[in-house]
C-alpha cells in the first residue's frame, strides 16, 4: 500500500501562487500515474492534473494555463505550481497515485484563495 503526503496548501490572495508537493512513500514498485483532484466545498471532487511516470501532463480546462504539474520521479513525489489563483481555485486539494494496479489517496491539503 502506497502513503501519500501532501504538503503546500494555505491561504493565498488572489492572483497569488501557491506550489504543492505530494510524497510517496511505502512498498513502491512503479508509479504509472500521479495526479491531483480538487473538492471545493459543496461540489464532487474533480480533477485537476495528472502526469505520467514519463512526464506527459493532463490538464482540467479550468486550471489549463495556470497550473502545471512535475514529478520527480526518483523522490516518488508530485508537484503542482499553481499561478494566478482565483477564489474559484478554493477547495481541498488531494493527491493521486495508480502503482500495481491500485489507487492511492493522500488525505488533502486546504487551498484557500481570498478575494
Known amino acids: 500500500q502506497v502513503q501519500l503526503q501532501e504538503s503546500g496548501g494555505g491561504l493565498v490572495q488572489s492572483g497569488g501562487s501557491l506550489r504543492l508537493s505530494c510524497a510517496a512513500s511505502?512498498?513502491?514498485?512503479?508509479?504509472?500515474?500521479m495526479g491531483w483532484y480538487r473538492r471545493a466545498p459543496g461540489q464532487q471532487r474533480e480533477l485537476v492534473a495528472t502526469?505520467?511516470?514519463?512526464?506527459?501532463?493532463n490538464y482540467a480546462d479550468s486550471v489549463k494555463g495556470r497550473f502545471t504539474i512535475s514529478r520527480d520521479n526518483s523522490k516518488n513525489t508530485v508537484y503542482l505550481q499553481m499561478n494566478s489563483l482565483s477564489p474559484d481555485d478554493t477547495a481541498v486539494y488531494y493527491c493521486?497515485?495508480?502503482?500495481?494496479?491500485?489507487?492511492?489517496w493522500g488525505q488533502g491539503t486546504q487551498v484557500t484563495v481570498s478575494s
Open positions: 493521486y497515485a495508480y502503482e500495481s494496479w491500485k489507487g492511492s
Open positions: 511505502g512498498y513502491i514498485v512503479s508509479i504509472s500515474l
Open positions: 502526469i505520467t511516470a514519463n512526464g506527459s501532463p
